[in-house]
């Protein structure tokens, strides 16, 4: 039975939400702000987070980004307030799996929690305790530390480090979105082609000197992405282009 725990400082949408998706045989938990939401984490395995962006004092937005850097649980945004195309772009970039807006029609919203649970991604690193080397830059498989000589530790959200596990395990090979989104596990049936562009988006922002003009992460144009830089591992072996 798959566990969704909900954040959200709205007891009327806590139980509506615990109470249709327990029907659908879900086990729900419901808290209404972090402090109750940590416990929980700590204490017992959690499939999928929803969180409810408008929180009153406390911020949903940094509640996605830190589950995206801290784990590979997806999250759901919800929000009755933040209904711009920004804001829904800023909680994707920050790692949310989907955006809902409310109100939402229940059947859609059990829909898509099967999509992102179904898609949820896979740590490719787990047990890999290889380093790779690139323009400067060090990538921990281990750890899950991603590290530039010149400036120290760079934090990467969970699809951020699948995705440039991808690249950095075929340099200069051609990716296609399909396969990007394979690799990185992206969440969400109908946007994943632009959820595989916004994570490149993010990792350009991370690694390169002028996003804009990108010297590592290169488009080729109808085909996909490809990693333009030489990368070694810590066995001494460099990886053939």
Sequence with gaps: MKHVLVIDDDAAIRHLIVEYLTIHAFKVTAVSDTRQLNRVLSCAPVDLVVVDLNLGREDGLEIVRNLATKSDIPTIAISGDR????????????????????PFGMREFLARIRVALRQRPINPGAKDRRSFYFAGWRLNLNQRRLIFEQSGEVKLTAGEFNLLVAFLEKPRDVLSRERLLLASRVRGEEVHDRSVDVLILRLRRKLEADPAHPRLIKTSRGAGYFFDADVDTNDGGALAA
């Design 83 to 102: 209904l711009e195309e920004a804001e829904k772009v800023v909680a994707l970039e920050l790692g949310a799996a989907d955006f809902v807006s409310k």
